[in-house]
């Protein structure tokens, strides 16, 4: 006879005489073989000493329940500046965003602004031939300006290079230097030779 030990029979496709584990007193020494279903080591022990053959086998009914575990991750330090410094980053992306955004537009009001002023300017004749008449204007006088700027550059010029030549004591002759010393109230020897008379010139 075949003696089956478990809780319940559901679920278990063999023959047998099924007996509940929880009401076992003492091995049934009838029995030829021995099937336990679950952990019982005093059925297993009282069989063995009879030396019946016991199988064991695993409960049908035991569910696994399963296992949940709640792991909970700490910030560090290092990760909270990292944190930090990326919300500070894109915060300085929006901001950078929102200028050129600000920059653009008001580039394109400005286009559009000077559009119009050039459409209406365009179609206005009087006003053309006014900026026309200021322009013309304008020119005359830096003409005008350009020539009165030659005009003393040259005669600065004419100045500077009389002066040098009147200063040119050397090249003179030497009635020339004596009527020069003369007009200064400069005495000389009337037999003083050329570079005498020089040496008498003051320097200037």
């Not at 695993?58 to 910030?75: D, E, S, W, Y």
């Not at 008001?106 to 006003?127: G, H, P, V």
């Amino acid at each position: 006879m075949k003696i089956i030990y478990a809780k319940k029979s559901t679920g278990i496709n063999e023959d047998g005489s099924f007996q509940n584990p929880k009401y076992f007193d003492h091995p049934d020494s009838t029995a030829t073989s021995v099937v336990i279903y679950g952990d019982y080591p005093d059925i297993k022990d009282a069989y063995e000493k009879l030396g019946i053959g016991v199988e064991i086998r695993k409960n049908p009914h035991i569910k696994v329940q399963p296992l949940t575990m709640n792991v909970q991750v700490g910030v560090t330090p290092e990760l909270q500046q990292a944190i930090d410094d990326a919300k500070a980053e894109c915060a300085k992306v929006v901001a950078e965003n929102k200028d050129l955004s600000d920059q653009l537009k008001k580039s394109i009001d400005d286009l559009q602004a000077e559009r119009i002023e050039f459409t209406a300017f365009k179609n206005d004749i009087s006003a053309m031939q006014a900026r026309i008449d200021e322009l013309k204007k304008i020119k005359e006088g830096v003409t005008a300006n350009l020539v009165e700027a030659d005009q003393t550059v040259a005669e600065s010029s004419l100045d500077t290079a009389v002066n040098e030549a009147n200063t040119d004591y050397a090249s003179w002759t030497v009635p020339q230097i004596k009527d020069f010393l003369a007009s200064k109230e400069i005495g000389f020897k009337s037999s003083a030779s050329k570079d005498e008379l020089l040496a008498l010139i003051p320097k200037e």
